[in-house]
């Protein structure tokens, strides 16, 4: 038994790692084929090469699932995390890496109820930013001058909204073509609505009034573009007023919420932009009548009132008969009133006119002229007699003005010598304290240093102490010395150099002509 086992195992085919690989692609790929997978979306990563990496999982298991550019740009639905999808694809294998994984081309929602739920938490995050705060929304321009419609060139809806506006108010109409389903739906919907903000007024192309973001009906998986967030901000962020009118009047998306008016239909959104043309011109012809008639008919009444009051004054004659009346009386009395006013005033001129002769009025005259005389005569020393006067106040105005400046010098001089007075007296102080102050610093100098004197450690050996040094410095104790190759003893009056010998003995060595130094107290040790 124990020879077939080994010869079995020494007769195995040797696979290599490609053809090992190769073999299970093949089993795997012929095993499934085309398969679809329901399960929870997991990680989700698109790097900048366009392709999408996911997870496919449930509460055991995970497959790992990629989309190629290509297929990710033909998706109607993007997985996201957490979402329950079915993907459709084909089962493979990575031999780079050993594993196995779904390559997805369709992705679907595993349900109309998953996908609403989804829906709702979206449309919750945004309304809780306040993108579809009733503050926000603008009102629609009456009668715009352009319209900016964004949906797709070939629909049907186009064509039905640009219907709509010729037969009820033709306006200029500028169209953004999008794509109104599938990937590239959001994208290119918020850029035509950011591309309308963005126009600038007065330029060659004229910037709209208002814009209308139209399609037709579908399926929630065809209208879900329109639920996109990129979409939903770009609407909220508009300052041109929008108009939503994506599906049927039963379908309702994000869009809706963020624009400034919904429309169930694109039709009924080309009626919201504009009135009926008809019906304005209708509307202005029974103002216009309206008007003319109440404009006769109040010409009417201020004509009747007119008459009216005019028949409670009376006749204009009856106004000014007793006026003329008066004239013609006041005129009468007039002349006799001028005459007897003459008579009066001459009357009161003819006493003193006798009274008035040619020698009286050359007697005033001599007189006037006399009087004159006697002011020229009085006038003449004036001017002299001032000057006197302003000279005499000059002069007594300069002698006060000496005296106040000889004063004023004496007290100046005075000052001055009181000054030096003073700066003397300080200056004797100071060089009397700072004679002191030396004098008291050379006494605590000396002070100090006899203290250093009687305090230093060579007052100690006076009193028989020494120090032992060895190599290494200062030593203190018997085993530091017992280990020292030699040793120095200072004295009061020298060094002793000392070799220990055994027993304790020492071969004494004067050292001559050594000094004595003042180490300090602390690098000796007296004994």
């Known amino acids: ?81 957490g979402m329950e999808v079915i993907a459709t694809g084909r089962m493979t294998t990575f031999p780079g890496q050993s ?23 979206r449309r919750k995050q945004l309304a809780a930013e306040g993108l579809f705060d009733a503050s926000h929304k603008q009102p629609i321009p009456w009668l715009p001058e352009v319209i900016g419609v964004v949906t797709s060139p070939s629909g049907a809806v186009i064509r039905d909204i640009l219907h709509r506006l ?14 109104v389903q599938g990937q590239a739906c959001a994208p290119e919907v918020a850029r035509a609505i950011r591309g309308f903000n963005a126009m600038e007024e007065g330029g060659p192309i004229p910037r709209p009034d208002l814009i209308i973001v139209a399609r037709g009906g579908g399926s929630i998986e065809d209208l879900w573009g329109f639920n996109e967030e990129i979409v939903v901000r770009a609407a909220a962020e508009s300052a041109i007023p929008l108009i939503s009118a994506v599906g049927h009047e039963t379908d309702t998306t994000l869009i809706d919420y963020a624009s400034d008016r919904r429309a169930p239909t694109p039709t009924a ?9 008809a019906e304005l011109a209708a509307w202005l012809s029974e103002a216009q009548t309206r008007m003319m008639r109440a404009a006769r008919g109040r010409i009417d009444q201020r004509d009747q009132r007119l008459r009216d009051l005019a028949r409670g004054l009376g006749r204009p004659e009856a106004l000014t008969q007793p006026a003329r009346q008066r004239f013609d009386m006041w005129s009468e009395r007039l002349g006799p009133a001028l ?25 005033f005259i001599r007189d006037r002229a006399r009087e004159i005389d006697g002011f020229a005569t009085r006038l003449a020393p004036a001017p002299a007699t001032r000057m006197r006067r302003a000279r005499q106040e000059f002069e007594q105005l300069s002698k006060r003005l000496d005296r106040s400046r000889q004063r004023m010098i004496g ?12 700066l003397g007296a300080l200056s004797e102080r100071l060089a009397r304290a700072s004679r002191a102050r030396l004098d008291a610093l050379s006494d605590r100098l000396e002070r100090l240093d ?7 450690y060579t007052e100690t050996l006076k009193r028989g102490y020494a120090v032992v040094r060895g190599p290494d410095g200062v030593v203190t104790s018997e085993k530091q010395a017992a280990k020292q190759p030699g040793l120095e003893i200072e004295f009061v009056d020298g060094r002793l150099a000392v070799i220990p010998g055994g027993g304790g003995t020492a071969a004494p060595a004067r050292a001559k002509g050594s000094k004595k130094t003042d180490p300090g107290p602390e690098q000796g040790s007296l004994f």
Do not use: C
């Open 1 to 81: 038994m124990d020879l077939l086992e080994d010869d079995n195992g020494s007769n195995a085919h040797e696979y290599t790692v490609s053809e090992i690989s190769g073999a299970v692609k093949r089993v795997i790929e012929g095993e499934f084929g085309r398969v679809r997978v329901r399960g929870e979306v997991g990680r989700v990563s698109m790097p900048r090469s366009g392709h999408m990496y996911f997870d496919l999982k449930d509460d055991r298991a995970v497959i790992a699932a990629v989309s190629w550019k290509g297929q990710v740009a033909r998706m109607q639905v993007r997985p996201e995390e």
């Open 99 to 121: 594993k196995y994984q779904l390559i997805v081309d369709e992705v679907e929602p595993a349900g109309a109820g998953a996908l609403m739920a989804m829906l709702e938490a």
């Open 166 to 179: 010729r037969d009820r108010f033709p306006r200029r109409v500028l169209i953004w073509p999008v794509a």
């Open 269 to 277: 959104a080309a009626e919201m932009a504009v009135p009926v043309r």
């Open 339 to 363: 005459r007897t006013l003459v008579l009066r005033k001459n009357s009161r001129f003819a006493p003193l006119a006798a009274q008035i002769s040619p020698n009286l009025l050359r007697r």
């Open 411 to 422: 007290e100046a001089e005075r000052r001055n010598r009181e000054g030096a007075q003073r």
């Open 450 to 456: 006899r203290m250093r004197q009687t305090l230093g």
